[in-house]
C-alpha cells in the first residue's frame, strides 16, 4: 500500500506522532514555521474531509486488540536470535549499497533479493528488554518491523 491510512477508519496519525524514528519527514520538516502552516492546514483539510460530519473513529474490534497484543507478545516468547540492532544496521547497509540516488536495474533487483532474506531473519529476531514502561528496545523492534514495507516500496522505484 502506498497510502497514509491507518487500519482504524477515522483515525489518523500526524505531526510527531506518525514518525517512527527521530529523523522521520515529519520531524525534519517540524520547525518550520512555514511547514506547520501549510502542512499543518492540508493534514487538518484532509482530516475533515475523511471524518465527514460525523467525526467519529470506527469502534475496534476485539480480534484486532487480540491480534496487536499477541503480536506485541512475540517479541517476548523469543528468548534467541539475532539482535534487533545489527538487523538495523544492516538494512541501512542494503539500502545504501542498492538503492542510492544513482541506481541501476540490476543494483534494485538485487537488493530486493536481499531484503527478502533479510526480512525473513527478522522472524528470528528478539529483544532483551520485556519490561512494559519505556521499552525503547521494543520500539526499535516495531520500528524495525515497519521499515521493512517502506524499504520495498523504494527499492521497486
Known amino acids: 500500500d502506498q497510502n497514509c491510512e491507518t487500519r482504524i477508519k477515522g483515525l489518523f496519525a500526524v505531526g510527531e506522532c506518525s514518525s517512527v524514528g527521530l529523523h522521520g519527514a515529519n520531524r525534519l520538516g517540524g520547525n518550520s514555521l512555514l511547514d506547520l502552516v501549510a502542512f499543518g492546514r492540508a493534514a487538518g483539510i ?5 471524518l465527514g460530519n460525523s ?3 470506527e469502534a475496534v474490534g476485539e480480534g484486532f486488540l487480540t491480534a496487536v497484543r499477541e503480536h506485541l507478545d512475540g517479541w517476548d ?3 534467541a536470535g539475532e539482535s534487533v540492532a ?4 544492516a538494512l541501512q547497509k542494503l539500502m545504501q549499497r542498492h538503492c542510492g540516488v544513482f541506481c541501476t536495474d ?5 537488493g530486493l533479493a536481499k531484503l527478502d532474506v ?3 531473519r527478522l522472524l528470528g529476531a528478539r529483544i532483551t528488554d520485556h519490561s512494559r514502561v519505556f521499552n525503547t528496545e ?3 523492534a516495531l520500528g ?3 521499515l521493512f514495507p517502506i524499504a520495498r516500496c523504494w527499492s521497486r522505484r
Open 144 to 146: 524495525l518491523e515497519n
Open 86 to 89: 545489527v538487523l538495523r544496521a
Open 138 to 140: 521494543r520500539i526499535e
Open 77 to 79: 516468547r523469543r528468548d
Open 118 to 120: 533479510l526480512q525473513a
Open 46 to 50: 484532509h482530516i475533515a474531509t475523511g
Open 106 to 110: 540490476v543494483l534494485l533487483r538485487a
Open 55 to 57: 467525526g467519529a473513529v
